[in-house]
Nanobody, 127 residues
Framework: QVQLVESGGGLVQPGGSLRLSCAASGFSLDDSSVGWFRQAPGKEREGVACMSRSGRVTFYRESVKERFTISRDPAKNTMYLQMTSLKPEDTAVYYC????????????????????WGQGTQVTVSS
């Protein structure tokens, strides 16, 4: 059974940091392109950070460059989103997603390309 389980969300003050985790089961993240998306109230879901199967190609939304880092740990079959210098506008529900059996260097911020999704974790940046 394919499953993605996120954790690590919460309430943080502006300027703070959080690390989101997404544990995969039922398939290998090593065979997949992966991505993190977010959806704020009243807004469309948007791509935040994505990584190719090889790990050599990444995409970051302009507003999170130099602040967010996507990574994965093959041994734990888990992907991460390290978020630093958080801003109130980063407040949203964050989702991990996967394009299974993707090309080695394939990366996309298009959410329609992703087949598997986590349940979402709330991140709130507020003082």
């Amino acid at each position: 059974q394919v499953q993605l389980v996120e954790s690590g969300g919460g309430l943080v003050q502006p300027g703070g940091s959080l690390r989101l985790s997404c544990a995969a089961s039922g398939f290998s993240l090593d065979d997949s392109s992966v991505g993190w998306f977010r959806q704020a109230p009243g807004k469309e879901r948007e791509g935040v950070a994505c990584m190719s199967r090889s790990g050599r190609v990444t995409f970051y939304r302009e507003s999170v460059k130099e602040r967010f880092t996507i990574s994965r740990d093959p041994a734990k079959n888990t992907m991460y989103l390290q978020m630093t210098s958080l801003k109130p506008e980063d407040t949203a529900v964050y989702y991990c997603a996967v394009v299974p059996n993707s090309g080695r260097y394939y990366v996309t911020p298009n959410l329609n390309e992703y087949d598997y999704w986590g349940q979402g974790t709330q991140v709130t940046v507020s003082s």
